[in-house]
């Protein structure tokens, strides 16, 4: 029998193609064909005519990277950020924004259309911000060489090394410079590998948690402070163990509105954009059209983000949350804002809480604003209480489309369904949708 000769992917692999790019797949990268299978290539764009170079072949797909754009897209634009096609943190600078909103939408689209729900999806206006300089809270790595220099910066795309970053436009001004100034301040320390990441805030406050690998000695210590009253940081040392201030501090907090300010802690989940988070949170008591006979469920309740502003409205407002912190510091906003309307429980929402003494209540409106995971568990549950109007705030499309057909199977109807643009830039995609029973 004749062997006939097959090039090995090895081979294969830094060979130069010309392909077509078809559509961007969920992630935001550009897919074409080549010998009859899919060649996924980051920074390409649909309609485009490109050159690249194979990277990987596997027996179903491939992936090269882009070396020239022949024949650009309309839609194509000049990336803001230098550092876009190594850094992790963007995906679709490259993309004009309307364009971004457009792939968002149609994703989610896409997405129930998988999971069966016919339904026509009843788009309302997006909310959207600057898509520039809009992100007020992020980590940023730190990685020594053998010569004890720190790269400092995030991720490269698909690795776990880290992209030395100059600046970052998606950063609000307090942080987008700040990377040099961590790297001055590094080479400055006594400690060579003393540091591991540095998470920064920018809300009423800049603030800064250092991880600290070893023990901070007076030297470095004295160092940060130089440094955070120069620059006015706020800085609070993480040893692993605990988070203590390094310098005086004030509460962290922020504003939802003109009335209502929460405070959190280092440790605590905010929404990383500020101007939609106000925007979100107006839309859905506008969209659950509260009234003072209103009472509200609000599960994964976090800190009170939603459950606050609601209480200003409805008549009372009962918050659920996981973790046992945050249901305490959810209850000293409420008390810090003269707001005795809501209270604040524990529960793990992804197991039976049913028979909880809360959920012997009588609610005639409902907000969920779980984590990527969705909350297929507390739906169930949720719809035996009969609730006419349940408000699905989600960070994931591909759970909430399956949520969605749980509650639709329940006798729910979409009735709004608008996209939130709380990361422009990146392929993440956040959506609110009103479900009517």
């Known amino acids: 029998m004749a062997n006939f000769f097959k ?10 193609i010309q392909i077509k790019i078809n559509r961007l797949d969920s992630n935001g990268t550009g897919v074409g064909m080549h010998q009859k299978k899919p060649v996924f290539v980051d920074g390409a764009l649909p309609n485009e005519i490109i050159k690249a170079k194979l990277v990987e072949q596997k027996n179903k797909y491939a992936r090269a990277k882009l070396i020239s754009v022949e024949t650009a897209s309309e839609l194509r634009v000049k990336a803001k950020c230098l550092h876009f096609l190594s850094c992790g943190g963007c995906d679709l600078q490259h993309l004009s924004f309307l364009a971004h909103i457009d792939f968002k939408k149609l994703k989610v689209t896409e997405l129930f259309a998988r999971s069966g729900i016919a339904q026509e999806l009843p788009w309302q206006s997006e909310i959207v911000s600057e898509p520039w300089h809009y992100r007020r ?12 220099d720190a790269t400092v910066g995030f991720r490269q795309k698909a690795t776990n090394q880290l992209v030395a970053i100059k600046s970052c436009v998606v950063l609000v001004e307090p942080l987008a410079t700040i990377f040099q100034l961590l790297k001055e301040l590094l080479a400055k320390l006594s400690g060579v590998n003393s540091v591991g990441h540095i998470e920064v805030i ?19 210590k004295s160092i940060w402070l130089d440094y955070a ?13 605990e988070v203590l201030p390094l310098t005086k501090v004030k509460p ?7 009335n209502i300010e929460l405070t959190f802690t280092t440790d605590n989940f905010i929404q990383v954009n500020h101007d939609v988070n106000k925007l979100m949170v107006q839309q859905a008591i506008d ?19 939603f459950t606050l502003p609601i209480a200003a409205t409805a008549a009372d407002v009962i918050g659920i949350e996981g973790v046992d912190s945050m249901v305490a510091q959810a209850g ?14 524990q529960a793990n929402l992804n197991s039976a809480w049913k028979t909880e003494s809360w959920a012997q209540q009588t609610f005639n409106k ?38 969605s057909a749980l509650l639709i199977s329940q006798g729910y109807k979409i009735t709004k369904i608008a996209l939130v643009d709380m990361f422009s830039q990146t392929k993440h995609i956040e959506t609110m949708v009103l479900f009517t029973r």
């Open 137 to 148: 809270k992020a980590r940023i790595g730190v990685q020594y060489n053998k010569n004890g």
């Open 252 to 258: 962290l907090s922020y504003h939802i509105n003109e």
């Open 332 to 345: 000293g906003n409420a008390k810090n804002n003269s707001i005795d309307n809501c209270q604040f429980y």
């Open 287 to 305: 969209w659950l059209a509260l009234t003072h006979t209103d009472s509200v469920l609000d599960l994964f309740c976090g800190l009170g983000n």
């Open 229 to 241: 009253k120069q620059y006015d940081w706020q800085v609070f040392i993480d040893n692993g163990k």
């Open 366 to 403: 409902a907000l969920i604003d779980p984590a990527r995971a969705g909350a297929y568990e507390a739906l169930e549950q949720l719809v035996k209480l009969n609730i006419k109007q349940l408000l699905y705030v989600s960070c994931d499309p591909s759970t909430l489309a399956r949520d």
């Open 202 to 220: 920018a809300t009423e406050q800049t603030s800064l948690i250092v991880r600290q690998l070893i023990k901070l000695s007076a030297k470095d």
């Open 7 to 16: 090039p090995s992917a090895k081979k294969q692999s830094g060979q130069e």
